[in-house]
Structures are given as structure tokens and as C-alpha cells.
């Protein structure tokens, strides 16, 4: 995954976690196809890479984005 992405999700864990707690889940999927290229992207990596399930634990993915570093 492009390392744009990377950052993109790091920011949107950390904002979540922060507004929610460290127990708030995250789905890959936005509310919007403004950008379909870098959704496949992360959809791949979600649910073909990883077969993670359609909400998980932001920290938990946080986690997974850095390890991938």
C-alpha cells in the first residue's frame, strides 16, 4: 500500500480513537467514490491480504499500517 494511504489511515485511527476511545472500530470503506483507485487499494489489503472483517478495531489496524512500514 502507498505510503500516501499509510498516513491517510494513521490519521483517521488516531482522530477516531481520540474522539471515541481506543475500543471504536473502522471500516475501510468511505462514505464517497470520490477516489475508487486508492479504495481498492486498501480494499485489497483489508479484505484480501489480511481477510479482516468489515469493522475492526482502529488501534488494531493502526497497528497493522505501521508494521507494514
Same mark, same amino acid.
Given at each position: 500500500?502507498?505510503?500516501?494511504?499509510?498516513?491517510?489511515?494513521? =490519521? +483517521?485511527?488516531?482522530?477516531?480513537?481520540?474522539?471515541?476511545?481506543?475500543?471504536?472500530?473502522?471500516?475501510?470503506?468511505?462514505? &464517497?467514490?470520490?477516489?475508487?483507485?486508492?479504495?481498492? =487499494? +486498501?480494499?485489497?489489503?483489508?479484505?484480501?491480504?489480511?481477510?479482516?472483517?468489515?469493522?475492526?478495531?482502529?488501534?488494531?489496524? &493502526?497497528?497493522?499500517?505501521?508494521?507494514?512500514?
Amino acid at each position: 500500500m502507498r505510503a500516501s494511504i499509510k498516513k491517510k489511515i494513521i =490519521e +483517521v485511527c488516531d482522530k477516531k480513537v481520540e474522539a471515541k476511545g481506543t475500543n471504536v472500530g473502522l471500516s475501510f470503506y468511505a462514505n &464517497k467514490n470520490d477516489y475508487p483507485e486508492p479504495l481498492m =487499494e +486498501v480494499a485489497t489489503w483489508w479484505i484480501l491480504t489480511h481477510k479482516l472483517d468489515h469493522f475492526e478495531k482502529a488501534v488494531k489496524i &493502526k497497528k497493522m499500517v505501521q508494521k507494514n512500514d
